[in-house]
């Protein structure tokens, strides 16, 4: 059984309270950090513990922590990246509605880490009842002397403050979110310089997922070589997973990063296997954005190794046979669900949420939309799988953030694993009309009738 | 009616004034611009939930900055109304997982039910249905925004039950 470090309180009543927070032992980290350590030291502690970007890019915490530019004089923020946007995961969300304060503490013990004064919370517009959450757990820790001048007299000032989004998937890009921050609209800034020489206002800022932050008490209050002795390899600690689809048991997950695919979809502690009989069709392991992978890649590896839950593993074979663990957004598909249409639905999503600064994504994202609608709706022609494959490959890598190659990524894994279900769209027109969109007949029964003369 | 002929009375109250200048509070003296998007929240909250022309110019008058910074603002963000919508807005997700789990035949079954199109308001300015991208509750599917809240796991019957109680008045939309 994987051990728990942020769901460990979880089921505790009245958790969300600061009284019960803090009788659970809560704000341990703080007392520890003001009182015991400098900030070099906790720096180093989160270093040692291999604690990786949990939003999804798995980029080295301390790291991140120790570019911030500490010689300009200009004041720090920490900024917290809580704008979970990524179809497929909502594991954030759970975090701050049950057990705020935990987010809370990780914010106080980082912000001193990084020597920041004024901090926020950057929550998606659409979790308005979690941002009055929030608020609240900001206005009791307050009350309790965790925040606002000289913390537990150690002369250590801190300020936080969560701040609502309005409804753009965009702002999850740090800099994006930053520009948000500002006012502004989210449109992701061009890097250098990052955030940590130039962010809030110009000031050196670091922003972090809710997970990454809501880590750090446990790594301060223990150490981050016992957070190192979790999982495997560069892949430390535990994470969440939040899995959705044709399983039984969806919701959020904590696991130990090491814990094999297969256990985490069949066993009754985690998924508990697929809802119905139907057989696996496909996973999306790390949220929208990463590549899908088709069931003889779920379990295994090309390599023929058990595929694990780590950023290795899941993207072992590259793009090829690989994908990623992303931000964890587990989305199990079985074989009635259509990958046209799923895939024309991840593009819709990344048309939408396209900030139009970058032409290729601006009007790539649509291009992609139309074809794929057209296909999915029995008005496919011979060459749109060619022209998809095109039009993703301009995409990909020609934009100022990271969105246009989440656009691209989830067409390119589709065509190169799919294509025969995209050539059964064209070819057969009048079988995918009028029917179920999504839940369609299993492509299987259906598989005999594609030969390699069809397109 | 075009946005433009449509008048929308301006109601500043203490109230939300004094909720905008705490927001205001929460960042530098210098830096009152980036109250920006939870102002434009809050005034929007107040003003059955849309955001005119000439409300955006108060928040721009209000913040000190130009309208035009408004205008970016709130033309860019999916959750700023610009022009009046149903007092019941029921945005359902239709991302990937909510689809999986037949959030589409929902959203026909609600406007087939209420006698509109996705994107019209009922006569009576009751209702709206609105499809929108990810919430954030893939495993909670499939399941739509009312207002500040959730409504998950739906089916055809909890909206039968969602539709009564906004007519009853029983749905409380902003937690206030």
Redesign the interface.
């Known amino acids: 059984m994987g051990r728990k470090i942020l769901l460990d309180k979880i089921n505790v009543p009245g958790i969300r309270t600061y009284e019960v927070y803090r009788k659970e032992g809560g704000y341990a980290s703080v007392e520890k950090a003001l009182k015991k350590m400098t900030p070099d030291e906790v720096v180093e502690e989160v270093k040692t513990s291999g604690l990786r970007g949990r939003g999804g890019a798995g980029f080295p915490c301390g790291m991140k922590w120790s570019f911030i530019d500490k010689k300009s004089g200009k004041p720090r923020h920490l900024v917290c990246n809580a704008d979970e946007s990524e179809p497929g995961t909502f594991k954030d969300r759970y975090l701050m509605e049950f057990i705020p304060h935990l987010l809370i503490e990780g914010m106080i013990t980082s912000s001193y880490a990084l020597g920041a004064n004024l901090s926020y919370i950057y929550i998606r517009g659409e979790y308005m009842w979690i941002y009055k959450i929030l608020e609240n757990a900001i206005a009791e820790a307050k009350a309790a002397g965790w925040l606002g001048k000289n913390i537990l007299g150690s002369g250590y000032d801190l300020e936080l403050y969560v701040q609502i989004g309005g409804g753009a998937y965009i702002c999850g890009e740090e800099t994006a979110l930053i520009e948000s921050l500002e006012g502004k609209r989210g449109n992701p800034r061009i890097k250098p310089p990052f955030p940590a020489v130039m962010g809030l206002w110009q000031n050196p800022t670091v922003v972090n997922n809710v997970e990454t932050i809501a880590a750090v008490p446990w790594i301060v209050n223990n150490s981050g070589a016992d957070y190192a002795g979790i999982g495997i390899g560069r892949s430390t600690g535990t994470k969440l997973i939040s899995a959705s689809g044709n399983i039984k048991n969806q919701g959020v997950y904590e696991i130990d990063l090491g814990l094999s695919v297969y256990e985490f979809i069949n066993s009754d502690e985690y998924c508990g296997g697929m809802q119905t009989d139907r057989p696996l069709k496909a996973l999306v392991p790390g949220g929208s954005s990463v590549p899908v992978l088709p069931a003889h890649l779920i379990y295994k590896t090309a390599a023929g190794e058990d595929r694990l839950m780590t950023y290795e593993s899941l993207a072992d074979g590259g793009f090829a046979s690989g994908s990623m663990l992303g931000s964890g957004g587990f989305i199990v598909y079985d074989d009635r669900a259509c990958i046209v249409r799923n895939t024309w639905n991840f593009s819709r999503f990344y048309h939408h949420e396209s900030c139009g600064q970058c032409t290729p994504c601006r009007e790539g994202t649509g291009w992609m939309e139309k074809v794929l609608w057209r296909i999915e709706n029995g008005q496919g022609r011979e060459e749109d799988i060619e022209l998809l494959w095109s039009i993703q490959a301009k995409i990909e890598g020609n934009t100022i953030c990271p969105l246009g190659d989440a656009a691209a990524w989830p067409v390119a894994a589709a065509i190169r694993h799919f294509k025969d279900e995209f050539e059964y769209h064209i070819r057969f027109p009048e079988k995918i009309k009028n029917r179920n969109h999504f839940v369609a007949e299993p492509f299987e029964k259906v598989k005999h009738l594609i030969t390699k003369q069809t397109v | 009616m075009e946005r433009s002929h449509i008048k929308q009375e301006i109601n500043i109250t203490d109230t939300l004034m004094n909720r905008i200048n705490e927001l205001i509070s929460?960042y530098?003296a210098d830096?009152k611009?980036?109250?920006?998007?939870?102002v434009?929240?809050e005034v929007q909250d107040a003003h059955d939930n849309w955001l005119s022309i000439e409300l955006q110019n108060k928040v721009a008058e209000i913040?000190e900055?130009q309208p035009i910074?408004v205008y970016?603002?709130v033309t860019?963000?999916?959750?700023?109304n610009q022009r009046p919508i149903g007092k019941y807005m029921f945005e359902f997700c239709?991302?990937?997982?909510c689809?999986?789990n037949?959030v589409?035949?929902l959203m026909d079954y609600t406007c087939n039910k209420l006698g509109v199109g996705v994107g019209e308001p009922t006569a009576d300015g009751l209702f709206e249905v609105r499809g929108?991208?990810?919430?954030?509750?893939?495993?909670?599917?499939p399941m739509m925004?009312l207002g500040?809240?959730?409504q998950e796991h739906l089916t055809e019957a909890k909206i039968d039950q969602l539709i009564a109680d906004c007519k009853d008045g029983k749905i409380t939309l902003?937690?206030k």
Do not use: R
Request: proline share 4%; glycine share 6%; charged share 15%.
């Open positions: 929460h530098p830096k611009k980036s109250a920006l998007l939870p434009l929240h913040l900055i910074e970016e603002v860019f963000y999916t959750m700023y239709q991302t990937s997982a689809c999986l037949g589409e035949n929108v991208e990810c919430l954030g509750a893939c495993g909670y599917a925004q500040d809240f959730f902003h937690d």
